[in-house]
Nanobody, 120 residues
């Protein structure tokens, strides 16, 4: 079984910064893509940023220039550095990983979510 464990959420003032982390654990698996999604109250889950194993990244227009996604492939970990945070960034942030498990095929895995609140 593969698990994604997130950390780093919290309460921050507008203009502040937070860094989210997500580590994948388990056995006999390889990670393809990793990314972050978020879901605000009353809204659908939306893509924030993704990163491939090769280092290619993709961002939602709403976070370009403010958020940076990065990966440590040796640690099976993905990070999301969030700067210049705005109240509209308030949401539950979910880690996602596209994982291939030996003998069990490929699939999507999700973390439990971490709350980010941007408020003065």
């Amino acid at each position: 079984q593969v698990q994604l464990v997130e950390s780093g959420g919290g309460l921050v003032q507008p203009g502040g910064s937070l860094r989210l982390s997500c580590a994948a654990s388990g056995s006999r698996f390889s990670i393809n893509g990793m990314g972050w999604y978020r879901q605000a109250p009353g809204k659908q889950r939306e893509l924030v940023a993704t990163a491939t194993t090769g280092g290619s990244t993709n961002y939602a227009d709403s976070v370009k220039g403010r958020f940076t996604i990065s990966r440590d492939n040796a640690k099976n970990t993905v990070y999301l550095q969030m700067d210049s945070l705005k109240p509209e960034d308030t949401a539950v942030y979910y880690c996602n990983a596209d994982i291939t498990r030996l003998g069990r095929g490929r699939g999507d895995f999700w973390g439990q979510g971490t709350q980010v609140i941007v408020s003065s």
